[in-house]
């Protein structure tokens, strides 16, 4: 099927080619806009608590005002406020509240809100709209910040802005910074490494330009499939789809083109060397694509939304992609011919890959020791992961010099540390009748007593009486796992257990979001990788016609996955001190170090399996597999791995642990698992790997002969 497809690009390169680009213009044409949100309780199931306080809040408080933001006053020796100082503070309030920003109803100083100190008052910066994330409010904050010091002029005041409106801000242009840096270091690493590779400018060039037309087409798709299906896109979704498809598409091209090279350094014309490269190399790019789609598909088990839209998104733009390396690339390189690697001569040269080589005849010769090694060193390294702690505080890791940031911690030192963000306790009558004021005092009266309270708000009823709202200040951050936890157990349950006779407690806010949010992904971790990891041992089996070989394929991914985990544990928690890493970061190594990096191990195992076919013994066949797939491996880990490696050079902690893992996970698998693990394990089974059938018994081997013991390609000895 693969070299009927391959037929078909190579001898009708110009339809395939005119084909894609007129998909990637009309699709991107008529396909609807993706609209993202940035928070979190949208995605949630309405099962949860916190999702149907926020459903009763609409109901019962359609117009109730939310805090966008706080400004934060002192002086500047830090030093009692005088009455000057609270006039000059009402002043300022007042002076911003006459700019009239838009989305932002009021900015208001109360006379009362001073830290019982003295040293300490704030004004609140009240949201006229309920999305307090809403891009005209982040826009006025960023305004409120410039006008605030000509405002201060000849006061002894100084001010800051922070709240969950101005941490968003600061969030997103420090990461808009970021990713600006990421995406031209991603785009200069590939083309540099690509050139590096083939001593070509056409090869450097042409990935990123057909990767390019390859994501206008899975972005229209994801476009249509989210309206259709009314999946909300995660404001972060666009980020990652490009780093899948960059990723993906560079490892799908470099797995055709090192093959393609091969072939033609058999001595076949060209068009033939590539139908014959996707005739050989597509069945292993489908099985991998197929693994990186059933992986990202498990998310739609997840219970968040924000997964269950990401899983979808991240399988088209595979799916896309996986299209694109079997015909267009093929179209592309048809065209060009052995003009692609120009000036390059090294496809016409048979390189002496020395180091390939080397490890080849190192896994063949003592296959018993380097699986041992190998092993020992990944189960060091996953001992670290039972020293997990999820981390939801985002202002953590957000670097230090933000307003929001150091606001945040002036503001803590005169006030409860929630006072930006209060949680949101609501009592509601059953049977719909008025609340008793005394029965509203009593329970305001239990919940101040709570340990980790800082302070209760009198109860705002609604027009009709029967629902009640208290504003509970907390001792924490909003954020911070000891709210989370403090939210999670002791609030609700002294909520519920307080609730007056026929009414009933329920508890919001964002504190109460992350709280069902942790409670999610604990859920979700339990049921995606299980599910996901049986769809990936379905796709292995049905490739490598084999019961033993994918199970001890997916016991290696595992191992990879917590080895990945426990050192990343390992440096940020313990060398650097860490109160923890990023909640998410689980998953993102799911997605990108067990999903993606699979494809190096299929790339692997596919090219064993061949050896084996052709009546190779185990040992032989571990080496050729080695020498001949460690280059392409090596160079398609290398600019994966860097891709993601750029991450560490942000200054957002989440960012830099995010890239660690990934690039660290990522060659791992590449350099560990793939060169080393699998083909020793393969080898010391023998045999019993391919069981119930051998390779080569009741079906045509995958490659000619011709091609067996060919020395390796290597990405260092491109140029030779």
């Known amino acids: 099927m693969f070299g009927r497809i391959g037929r078909f690009s190579v001898t009708r390169p110009w339809l395939t080619i005119v084909a894609w680009i007129v998909a990637a213009v009309a699709l991107s044409a008529l396909a609807p806009s993706l609209k993202s949100t940035d928070d979190q309780a949208d995605f949630l199931p309405s099962h949860y608590e916190s999702v149907q306080a926020g459903k009763l809040q609409e109901r019962s408080f359609p117009q109730r005002e939310q805090t966008a933001a706080t400004i934060v006053f002192q002086r500047s020796d830090e030093g009692k406020l005088t009455d000057g100082d609270k006039a000059a503070v009402a002043k300022v309030a007042k002076g911003l509240q006459d700019k009239k920003y838009e989305k932002i109803k009021q900015v208001a100083a109360d006379p009362s809100a001073v830290s019982p100190d003295g040293t300490i008052a704030i004004a609140s910066v009240v949201a006229g709209d309920k999305n307090v994330y809403d891009e005209a409010i982040l826009d006025g904050v960023k305004t409120m910040r410039e006008d605030g010091k000509a405002l201060l002029e000849g006061t002894s005041l100084k001010m800051g802005i922070t709240g969950a409106a101005a941490s968003a801000l600061d969030s997103r242009e420090s990461s808009g910074n970021t990713d600006g840096m990421i995406m031209m270091a991603t785009l200069v690493l590939i083309i540099v490494l690509l050139g590096v590779i083939f001593r070509s400018p056409l090869i450097a060039l042409l990935p990123v330009l057909i990767i390019v037309l390859v994501y206008m087409v899975a972005n229209a798709f994801i476009a249509f499939a989210s309206d259709l299906g009314g999946l909300k896109a995660d404001a972060g979704t666009s980020a990652i789809l490009i780093v899948v498809l960059f990723g993906v598409g560079t490892d799908y091209i470099l797995f055709l083109l090192f093959r393609y090279r091969e072939q033609l350094r058999t001595g076949q014309q060209p068009k033939e060397a590539l139908i014959e490269a996707v005739g050989r190399v597509g069945e292993t790019i489908a099985s991998a694509a197929g693994a990186v789609i059933v992986a990202f598909l498990a998310l739609l088990l997840s219970t968040m939304g924000s997964m269950q839209a990401m899983g979808p998104s991240l399988a088209i733009a595979v ?126 009266e239990t919940m101040a007593k709570t340990d980790g309270v800082g302070q209760v708000s009198e109860a705002v009823t609604n027009p009709d009486g029967n629902v009640a709202l208290f504003n509970v200040v907390l001792k924490y951050r909003p954020a911070e796992e000891k709210a989370i936890a403090f939210v999670a157990d002791t609030l609700r349950d002294k909520a519920h257990q307080s609730a007056p006779d026929g009414t009933e407690a329920l508890v919001g806010g964002t504190t109460a979001v992350l709280a069902d949010i942790e409670t999610a992904v604990t859920h979700d971790y339990k049921v995606v990788f299980p599910v996901a990891g049986i769809a990936i041992l379905i796709i292995l089996g049905l490739l490598l016609r084999s019961v033993v070989a994918p199970l001890y394929l997916l016991l290696s991914v595992g191992l990879g996955f917590a080895a990945t985990l426990g050192a990343t544990v390992w440096l940020f928690q313990d060398l650097q001190g860490k109160n923890g890493l990023l909640f998410m970061l689980p998953i993102i190594v799911y997605l990108f170090v067990v999903a993606i990096g699979t494809d190096y191990n299929i790339l692997m195992v596919a090219r064993l399996r061949e050896e084996v076919a052709r009546g190779t013994s185990p040992k032989e066949a571990a080496r050729l597999a080695v020498s001949q797939s460690a280059p392409t491996i090596s160079a398609a880990a290398i600019i994966l791995a860097g891709t993601f490696g750029v991450l560490m050079l942000a200054d957002n902690t989440m960012l830099q642990q995010m890239g660690f893992a990934v690039a660290f996970g990522i060659l791992l698998t590449a350099f560990i698992m793939a060169m080393l693990l699998v083909p020793t394990i393969t080898t010391l089974l023998g045999d019993k790997a391919w069981w119930p059938r051998r390779p080569g018994t009741g079906e045509p081997p995958t490659a000619a002969p011709v091609a067996a013991h060919e020395p390796a390609m290597s990405a260092g000895s491109a140029s030779r």
Do not use: C
Not at 409 to 434: H, I, M, N, W
């Open 319 to 444: 799916a896309v992609t996986l299209i694109a390396a079997l015909t267009l690339v093929p179209a592309v390189f048809s065209l060009l011919g052995t003009k692609a690697f120009w000036p390059s001569k090294a496809w016409k040269k048979q390189p002496k890959n020395a180091m390939a080589h080397r490890v080849g005849g190192l896994v063949s010769r003592r296959p018993g020791i380097v699986a041992g090694i190998s092993t020992g060193l990944l189960a060091v390294l996953a001992v670290g992961v039972f020293g997990f702690k999820a981390e939801f505080d985002m202002e953590s890791s957000l670097p230090k010099d933000l307003e929001s940031v150091q606001a945040s911690e002036v503001l803590q030192k005169g006030f409860a540390a929630g006072e930006t963000d209060p949680t949101l306790v609501y009592l509601k009558s059953d049977g719909g009748s008025r609340l008793d004021a005394s029965a509203l005092t009593t329970f305001r």
